[in-house]
C-alpha cells in the first residue's frame, strides 16, 4: 500500500500491527481516552536500596517493556549498568523504549538483541554501530521510530506500555522526590522522564546523590516513584552536552545562519511577542546570535523560545529579549544552572510540548522554528533519518512535532562533500512537504510554492537569491553528479510513525 506521500508500505506489517498510513499533517480533533499506570502501593518510609540486582530481579521479566531517558546523552551511566545485569539475569524478549538512544548505549543494545533479551525497540533515533547493526538486518522485529511529542502521545494512549522505567537523576531523597538541577551530573529539564515516571507500571530512580527528605523542587514526585537506587555515579556532566553543542567557525554554515535571521526578520511574524524555537548545531547556535542582534536592533522581544535549551538561549531570557523559556530538555551545562536559577525558565514534559492529541501543546504556539536536514526534496519533504548510503544514523526527535509552526525553516548546506543535500526524493521521509514553508541553503533560499504569502514577503530580500527548489536540486547535481540508487532489501527494518501514530515511511535493510 501507499500513503498520501507516495511512500510504498508493507502490508503485512501495517496488518499485523494494526496501522494507519499517512494522510494528513491535519491532527483534527479526536476524543482520547488516555490509559493509567498500575500502582504498586507503597506505606514505607524509605524506598533506597543498595542493588540494582536486587531491583531488576522484583521487576523484570520475559516479555516486558523497560525504559530508560536520554538527558544525560553520551554522559550516561545509568543505561549500561542496568541493561548489563538484565543480560547476564538472562532475561528475553524485552522491548527497549527509551526517549532515544545515543551512542554510549550502542555495544550493549547489540550484546542484548544478539543474546535475545532484547527483539523489539521504539525510540526516538540511533546512529553509529547500533544504526548500522539495524539497517543491516540485525533485529528481529522492525524498529519503530517515533517524535518526542508522538511518543508522549503513545505513552498516554497505551500504544507504548511500560513495565518498568529506570531513570537516572542527579539527587532523589529517599522516597523518590527528584530533580535534574542538583548534584554532580546536572542536566536541568527532566521532560522526555517525565512521561515514564507519571505512566510506567514500575518506577526506578537511580541516583548518586540522596537529599534530605523531602527535596524540592520535585519534578519527579514519590507518588511515582517505587525503588530509589544509590549507585557511585549516575553519569558524566561533561559529555551531556558533547557533540551536539558547538559554535561554528565555518563560513558556509556562518552564511546560511545569516540568511535564515534575513528570512525571520523579513517576515510577517518577526514582531514583538513572537516566539521561536531553534536547534543546537553549529549553524542553529549562530542564528540565534544573528536573531539577538536583530531583536536589539528593532526594540523587538519575544513571548517565548521553546524545545532543547542551550546558554545562547538562556542568555536572551537573561538579557530580557526572551520572557519565558520553556524548557523540555537543556543542551549544555550553562542552561541546565539557568533553570535552578531563572524562574522564567519552566520545565515541562514532551505532551506539553508536542503532543498532538492533549489540550493544547506548546508546538501549536511557535511563529517561527530552524530545523536540519539530511536531505530534503524537490516535495519539501525531509530525511534527519538515514543517510545517503541508506543507513540508520539520526532522529525524528523534535523535528516533525515543530515543523508545525507558522514559519517553518530547514536550515542545509547544497552539498555535503560529495553528497547532495536538496535531491529528487528523500531516502526516509520524516516530515512532510507541507510542514516546510522554507529552504535555506548557502547559495540562496526556495519557498514552498503553497506559501504564497512568502514569496512576496521574500522576493526581494537585498543579497538572498531566490531560487525554485527544482533549480536548487538541479544546482546539486550538477555540483556532485548522480550517485547510484541504493540498494534495499524487501525486508522492514524499521517504520517510522508521524507524530499522529500513522505511518509515513518504512525503513528497508541495506544490501551487503
Do not use: C
Request: aromatic residues 6%.
Amino acid at each position: 500500500m501507499k500513503n498520501s506521500v507516495n511512500r510504498e508500505l508493507p502490508d503485512d506489517l501495517m496488518k499485523k500491527l494494526n496501522y494507519k498510513g499517512f494522510d494528513t499533517t491535519d491532527i483534527g480533533h479526536p476524543d482520547i481516552q488516555r490509559v493509567a499506570p498500575k500502582v504498586h502501593v507503597t506505606t514505607g518510609n524509605d524506598k533506597v536500596v543498595d542493588s540494582i540486582e536486587d531491583v531488576v530481579k522484583k521487576t523484570v521479566k520475559d516479555g516486558m517493556t523497560i525504559s530508560f531517558h536520554h538527558h544525560f546523552r553520551n554522559g550516561d551511566f545509568v543505561f549500561n549498568k542496568v541493561m548489563r545485569i538484565i543480560i547476564d539475569l538472562g532475561i528475553k524478549d524485552l522491548t527497549l523504549a527509551p526517549s532515544s538512544l545515543t551512542g554510549v548505549m550502542n555495544d550493549m543494545v547489540i550484546e542484548a538483541i544478539k543474546k535475545g533479551t532484547i527483539t523489539n525497540i521504539t525510540s526516538s533515533g540511533m546512529r553509529g554501530s547500533l544504526g548500522d547493526f539495524v539497517s543491516h538486518g540485525g533485529l528481529k522485529n522492525p524498529v519503530i521510530f517515533r517524535s518526542h511529542g508522538n511518543r508522549a502521545r503513545a505513552i498516554e494512549h497505551g500504544d507504548i506500555k511500560i513495565d518498568v522505567a529506570f531513570l537516572g537523576v542527579p539527587n532523589a531523597d529517599k522516597l523518590g522526590n527528584a530533580n535534574g538541577m542538583q548534584g554532580d551530573a546536572v542536566f536541568g529539564s527532566l521532560g522526555y522522564a517525565l512521561m515514564d515516571a507519571q505512566y510506567a507500571d514500575r518506577v526506578v530512580l537511580l541516583t548518586d546523590n540522596i537529599m534530605p527528605y523531602p527535596n524540592t523542587p520535585a519534578s519527579i514526585k514519590q507518588t511515582q516513584v517505587d525503588y530509589v537506587v544509590k549507585v557511585d555515579k549516575v553519569g558524566d556532566p561533561d559529555k551531556i552536552g558533547s557533540g551536539a553543542t558547538r559554535f561554528t567557525k565555518d563560513p558556509k554554515e556562518l552564511k546560511i545562519a545569516s540568511t535564515v535571521n534575513d528570512v525571520i526578520v523579513n517576515s510577517p511574524y518577526f514582531k514583538d511577542g513572537f516566539s521561536f524555537q531553534t536547534g543546537s548545531g553549529g549553524a542553529a547556535l549562530a542564528v540565534t546570535r544573528y536573531l539577538r542582534q536583530a531583536m536589539i536592533d528593532n526594540k523587538i522581544k519575544a513571548s517565548f523560545a521553546l524545545g532543547g535549551i542551550t546558554k545562547p538561549t538562556t542568555d536572551l531570557l537573561d538579557e530580557g529579549l526572551v520572557s519565558r523559556v520553556m524548557d523540555v530538555q537543556d543542551f549544555d551545562k550553562g542552561a541546565a544552572e539557568s533553570m535552578h536559577t531563572n524562574p522564567n525558565q519552566q520545565e515541562i514534559d514532551a505532551s506539553w510540548y508536542a503532543d498532538p492529541d492533549n489540550k493544547g501543546a506548546m508546538v501549536d504556539q511557535l511563529d517561527v522554528v530552524i530545523l536540519s536536514a539530511l536531505e530534503i526534496d524537490t516535495g519539501f519533504n525531509v530525511n534527519v533519518m538515514t543517510g545517503s548510503d541508506g543507513v540508520i544514523r539520526g532522529a525524528v526527535g523534535g523535528h516533525q512535532d515543530a515543523a508545525t509552526a507558522k514559519l517553518t525553516i530547514i536550515s542545509a548546506p547544497l552539498v555535503r562533500g560529495r553528497i547532495a543535500t536538496v535531491v529528487p526524493k528523500v531516502t526516509t521521509n520524516v516530515t512532510p512537504g507541507d510542514s516546510v514553508d522554507v529552504l535555506v541553503t548557502e547559495y540562496g533560499i526556495a519557498i514552498n510554492p503553497r506559501r504564497k504569502d512568502l514569496q512576496e514577503a521574500f522576493a526581494n530580500l537585498p543579497g538572498v537569491p531566490v531560487y525554485t527548489i527544482e533549480e536548487l536540486q538541479k544546482m546539486a547535481e550538477a555540483k556532485v553528479g548522480k550517485p547510484k540508487p541504493l540498494e534495499f532489501t524487501d525486508r522492514t527494518v524499521a517504520l517510522v510513525e508521524y507524530r499522529d501514530g500513522s505511518i509515513i515511511d518504512a525503513i528497508h535493510e541495506v544490501k551487503d
